[in-house]
């Protein structure tokens, strides 16, 4: 069900106003290209729209565009055919490679595994990942084989980092919400300039507010999709301003992470 919040009026990620040479787009809280149905109009620039673009459509390739097309996820190029690679090992030691139409290979998707954001264990905001990166795959399905092949492999491609600047961007979107209608709220009053420079940045390492979630705790949607999950939490400290964050699980169904985004401190007591 699509639902449209008040318009914005200004650049949630920037703050610049509309002008009549630079009108203000839409946002979509999740991507359009995981079938996100909830938009706040008038709330980007188009400067920083054009920025979360470019990582939003990688990610949505890239990551997630085997399976978004297995589904028939919504897709703003109808014409773009998404095509798998299919590696068959013999059992005479042969390799073949080959590539396979969307629907002819089971479905897969491939999630990494983050750590937890950097801010919660003291690590330096600049600190990257480590190279042992682990990824959490999800197949269903037979495979196109022949009774030959003793082994059948899929190439998946994912790059962490374009992926965290987007689950931080939904967790950002979502927040806003949060705290544009609940009461004694106001998003413009939440700074959180760290996670928005996280998402308009590729050089900025988003570890250490962006990471996973280990918690096992059902996440408990606060917003109708019956795709993805989203639920504002409030981590407490030793100090009276605990922490806002969003907990965030695409592809709910699915025994995928759980991602963790910190947008900064709040009064605890107001949450």
Same mark, same amino acid.
């Given at each position: 069900?699509?639902?449209?919040?008040?318009?914005?009026?200004?650049?949630?990620?920037?703050?610049?106003?509309?002008?009549?040479?630079?009108?203000?787009?839409? &946002?979509?809280?999740?991507?359009?290209?995981?079938?996100? !149905?909830?938009?706040?109009?008038?709330?980007?620039?188009? *400067?920083?729209?054009? $920025?979360?673009?470019? %990582? &939003?459509?990688?990610?949505? *390739?890239?990551?997630?565009?085997?399976? @978004?097309? =297995?589904? =028939?996820?919504?897709? *703003?190029?109808?014409? #773009?055919?998404?095509?798998?690679?299919?590696?068959?090992?013999?059992?005479?030691?042969? +390799? =073949?490679?080959?590539?396979?139409?969307?629907?002819?290979?089971?479905?897969?998707?491939?999630?990494?595994?983050?750590?937890?954001?950097?801010?919660? $264990?003291?690590? !330096?905001?600049?600190?990257?990942?480590?190279?042992?990166?682990?990824?959490?795959? #999800?197949? /269903?399905?037979?495979?196109? %084989?022949?009774?030959?092949? &003793?082994?059948?492999?899929?190439?998946? /491609?994912?790059?962490?980092?374009?992926?965290?600047?987007?689950?931080?961007?939904?967790?950002?979107?979502?927040?806003?919400?949060?705290?544009?209608?609940?009461?004694?709220?106001?998003? @413009?009053?939440?700074?959180?300039?760290?996670?928005?420079?996280?998402?308009?940045?590729? #050089?900025?390492?988003?570890?250490?507010?962006?990471?996973?979630?280990?918690?096992?705790?059902?996440?408990?949607?606060?917003?109708?999709?019956?795709? #993805?999950?989203?639920? %504002?939490?409030?981590?407490?400290?030793?100090? &009276?301003?605990?922490?806002?964050? +969003?907990?965030?699980?695409? %592809?709910?169904?699915?025994?995928?992470? $759980?991602?963790?985004?910190?947008?900064?401190?709040?009064?605890? /007591?107001? /949450?």
């Amino acid at each position: 069900m699509v639902k449209t919040y008040e318009p914005v009026n200004e650049c949630i990620y920037c703050g610049e106003l509309g002008t009549a040479g630079n009108a203000l787009t839409d &946002e979509h809280i999740l991507p359009f290209g995981l079938n996100g !149905d909830h938009i706040l109009p008038k709330a980007s620039c188009r *400067r920083c729209a054009t $920025v979360t673009s470019q %990582f &939003e459509l990688k990610c949505l *390739r890239e990551a997630f565009g085997l399976y @978004r097309s =297995q589904k =028939q996820f919504r897709s *703003r190029k109808k014409s #773009h055919k998404q095509i798998a690679e299919v590696i068959n090992r013999y059992q005479n030691g042969n +390799i =073949q490679r080959a590539e396979y139409g969307a629907n002819e290979v089971p479905k897969a998707v491939a999630f990494p595994v983050f750590p937890v954001p950097g801010i919660l $264990v003291g690590n !330096d905001p600049c600190k990257d990942l480590s190279e042992d990166l682990l990824v959490k795959i #999800h197949t /269903s399905g037979r495979p196109p %084989f022949s009774e030959q092949v &003793e082994e059948v492999g899929m190439k998946l /491609s994912i790059t962490p980092q374009p992926l965290a600047r987007m689950i931080a961007k939904i967790g950002y979107g979502f927040a806003v919400t949060t705290f544009s209608y609940a009461e004694n709220r106001n998003w @413009r009053g939440y700074c959180f300039q760290q996670l928005r420079d996280i998402i308009l940045s590729p #050089h900025l390492k988003p570890w250490y507010l962006v990471g996973c979630d280990y918690s096992n705790a059902l996440v408990q949607s606060e917003i109708d999709n019956r795709f #993805h999950a989203i639920q %504002f939490v409030t981590i407490a400290r030793e100090s &009276e301003r605990g922490l806002a964050a +969003i907990r965030i699980k695409l %592809f709910a169904d699915l025994d995928g992470p $759980v991602y963790l985004v910190v947008l900064g401190e709040i009064d605890a /007591s107001n /949450s």
